[in-house]
């Protein structure tokens, strides 16, 4: 397939610039893909769009302020953006400076830190720091913004570009269905008799950066850390015994389940997953373990995009898209929501 087939037209005013509040006052697309269904609702309706004995799989990395400002030693302005933390004084950044970084240049950190470089790995660089890389940049670091948001981050992003259940450090873009998810929501769901469970997928700075092949079958994932515990695994395999639905909640969550699942010797059972995925999941995928989905709108040609349309079908997410522009649905990070259900076929049978 071609990266054209994913293309939709967006007015720049449907860009979602600030979230709403409260988190749950969104709204909420439905997409059924079996009959391609559309229904408008607000998320504060998801409740009823689950069964009691769902799961909800939710994705528990905690964004890092991961935007950092650099000085080379030759005076020259750097900006850093984290991509991943390798080891105990090793990160992979992307770096943003009017000439190229070359091994011999040195850069001054905010509170006295040093940086040096070690490698180039494509379009990323491994930079050796004088200092423990996450509480350098807890301490100094801007919250990461998506560059579609065109304004500078405030102090109320560190909050709001967080979902209220954050725990494992070392994100540097929020799993965003996430988002709209409050306290008064949960219980909700929890007195409905929906369950949850949580997998760790560490969100890295190259999901914002666009597919460059033409064929889709050419284009390669960056690599994100993933850890899918027993805990979930045993929840999952639970909730299928009871005849209950495993609703992934973003996109983060899919790939997470289906690479443990790819790592399963038993076919749509997941298994604990520690390690790093690349998976690609486009339209001819067959799902193992994800019954429905939760997902914010993604940008035209992203991997994102073709995820969803692997899930509820192209035509019908397209079809489904042109709607929510007609319909001023508020798109990206912090927009809007659809709870989608799949097309047939694409669950493994």
């Known amino acids: 397939m071609q990266r054209r087939d994913f293309d939709f037209e967006l007015p720049p005013e449907l860009i979602a610039q600030h979230p709403v509040t409260p988190r749950s006052a969104s709204r909420l697309l439905r997409i059924a893909g079996g009959d391609g269904a559309l229904e408008?609702?607000?998320f504060t309706d998801l409740p009823r769009l689950t069964r009691p004995g769902d799961l909800l799989v939710f994705n528990d990395t905690r964004v890092v302020p991961a935007r950092l400002r650099a000085t080379k030693d030759t005076g020259g302005a750097v900006e850093l953006l984290l991509e991943r933390v390798l080891g105990p004084r090793t990160?992979?950044?992307?770096?943003?400076?009017?000439?190229?970084?070359?091994?011999?240049?040195r850069l001054a950190l905010p509170g006295g830190a040093q940086a040096r470089l070690l490698e180039r790995r494509g379009d990323l660089f491994v930079l050796e720091l004088s200092s423990e890389p996450l509480a350098l940049f807890e301490t100094w670091g801007e919250t990461p913004l998506p560059p579609y948001i065109e304004r500078a981050p405030r102090p109320e992003d560190r909050e709001r570009y967080q979902t209220i259940y954050a725990r494992a450090p070392g994100a540097v873009a929020a799993p965003t269905a996430g988002l709209h998810f409050d306290e008064a929501l949960l219980r909700e769901l929890e007195g409905r008799g929906v369950e949850r469970a949580f997998v760790t997928l560490h969100v890295g700075a190259g999901t914002f950066q666009p597919m460059r092949s033409e064929r889709i079958e050419e284009h390669r994932m960056h690599a994100e850390y993933v850890e899918v515990a027993v805990a979930a695994c045993d929840a999952i395999v639970a909730t299928r015994a009871r005849g209950g639905r495993v609703i992934a909640v973003g996109t983060t969550v899919v790939r997470s389940l289906e690479t443990a699942a790819a790592a399963s010797a038993r076919a749509q059972i997941v298994a604990?997953?520690?390690g790093e995925t690349d998976l690609f999941i486009r339209p001819?995928?067959?799902?193992?373990?994800?019954?429905a989905l939760i997902t914010n709108f993604h940008l035209p040609q992203s991997t994102l995009l073709m995820l969803c349309a692997a899930f509820v079908g192209r035509e019908t997410l397209l079809e489904a898209y042109e709607h929510a522009v007609r319909s001023g649905y508020r798109f990206f990070s912090y927009g809007d929501a659809c709870f989608m259900t799949p097309a047939a076929g694409a669950l493994l049978a």
């Open 40 to 42: 408008d609702l607000r």
């Open 272 to 274: 604990p997953f520690v």
């Open 284 to 291: 001819g995928h067959r799902f193992r373990v994800v019954d």
């Open 91 to 105: 990160v992979l950044v992307q770096v943003r400076s009017s000439k190229p970084l070359r091994p011999a240049h």
